[in-house]
């Protein structure tokens, strides 16, 4: 089991940036394929970014292609999300997550398939 605790979050204006990070421990992180989900109020969560386990394929939801980018450290066992020109509508809970399974297999269905959950924090863009 992998233990995902993520940090970064806060209020910024919209055109603002942040980074998120996600430190992981316990299993081998370099097993893990990594991701980033987001959940707004009243709404379900829903995927944002994921990236493979040597960090050599990216996957992005449309609504943040060209503004997110998703990287990760192997060596510090650590995700990263950094987010650019940010918009009210990026208001939401970020999770960080993680999964066994190759990242291309997981982009099937990847709300099913992460299976290792952080805690989230809270990003909230100003208008």
């Known amino acids: 089991q992998v233990r995902l605790v993520e940090s970064g979050g806060g209020l910024v204006q919209a055109g603002g940036s942040l980074r998120l990070s996600c430190a992981a421990s316990?299993?081998?992180?370099?097993?893990?394929?990594m991701g980033w989900f987001r959940q707004a109020p009243g709404k379900e969560r829903e995927f944002v970014a994921a990236?493979?386990?040597?960090?050599?394929?990216?996957y992005y939801a449309d609504s943040v292609k060209g503004r997110f980018t998703i990287s990760r450290d192997n060596a510090e066992n650590t995700v990263y999300l950094q987010m650019n020109s940010l918009k009210p509508e990026d208001t939401a809970v970020y999770y960080c997550?993680?999964?066994?399974?190759?990242?291309?297999?997981?982009?099937?269905?990847?709300?099913?398939?992460?299976?290792?959950w952080g805690q989230g924090t809270q990003v909230t863009v100003s208008s």
């Open positions: 316990g299993r081998t992180f370099s097993s893990y394929a």
């Open positions: 990236i493979s386990r040597s960090g050599g394929s990216t």
């Open positions: 997550a993680a999964t066994l399974k190759p990242a291309a297999q997981a982009m099937g269905n990847p709300r099913h398939d992460f299976d290792s």
